[in-house]
């Protein structure tokens, strides 16, 4: 397996399986002298963390995240830093079955047809046990950004329910299960999935990420767009299944003048009248906040039988014992947020490698 790394100038190299003994990170690229500290990276590791509410699986890992290299006396030295998290709860008797079976949905056949061999234990790399690493990455991205930068994400959508974009509160999001941006609908999320989990089934879900404070001229037209690369960080993501940025698919549906979005000068600032694009024109971030979103498809593992076939190609039926997110699309928000805060970083490191600060 030979592309575990992303990122150009920010750059990072997620290793480990799901039951290995430990999964993290070398993050290469990282500017000298930005203080940092485990408790930088703690916070955003714990609201990805497993086994917090009962929507999510059962599964207890504290994620305590240990850094290994690349800071001294409190700061990064601009050497690699590598990051560590152990693995403390691993069942791998909850996944004898699929040792021989396939998993329709999950990614078991095509790791065999590939490599011929597979660590099959709760997914092996396949795993979402992964982004713990992303996240890790993550939070150290945010510092490389600053504080003027701020990136956040929201539960826009589960399953077939909306949230109402009028009620948006930020503050919301961090006060429920779901990191829903709209209180109102809390508690008839929380009653579908528990109906959709005591089901046997699973649901998918989209997750918003919004960038505000990136600054303009992040973005390596042609072939290294802020929006192409923001695209294949998402996707990139286990079980994404689609990117938009800005209105994405919905500007399709719009006239010229809906979409456009208006300059003006106020007060001898540039003003947009409106944010149709994301933030990103031409490849190239325009000073307006950077707003992606992506969708999660349906939990694969679950109660609910589904035929498939062994290794040997006999026809069976699949069910995952074992302890599954009735929907991931509510722990890739966390997910997102960091593989934004990547993005970002190492454009604007390149950005200065190229134009200067
Ligand atoms: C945070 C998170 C947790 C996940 N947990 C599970 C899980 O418990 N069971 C499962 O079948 N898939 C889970 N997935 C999705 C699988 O990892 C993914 O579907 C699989 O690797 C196949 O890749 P693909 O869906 O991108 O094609 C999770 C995804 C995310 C983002």
Redesign the pocket.
Known sequence: MSYNTFGHMFRVTTWGESHGPAIGCVIDGCPPRIPLSEADIQPFLDRRRPGQSAFT?QRQEPDQVRILSGVFEGQTTGTPISLIIENTDQRSRDYGNIAQTY?P???DLVYDLKYGIRDYRG?GR???RE?ACRVAAGAVARKVLGEGVCVRGALVQLGAKDIDRTRWDWAEVERNPFFSPDAAVVDDWAEYLAAIRKDGSSIGAVIEVVAQGVPAGLGAPIYGKLDADIAAAFMS????KGVEIGDGFASASLTGPENADALFMRNGALEFGSNHAGGVLGGISSGQPVVARFA??P???MLTPVPSITKDGVETQVITKGR??PC?GI??VP?GEAMMACVLADHLLRHRAQVGA
Do not use: L, Q
């Open positions: 699986t998993r949905g999950h990614a997914g396949s795993s979402a982004t993501i286990n079980a994404v999660v498809k939990t694969s593992s599954h997110d991931v722990r890739a997910v």
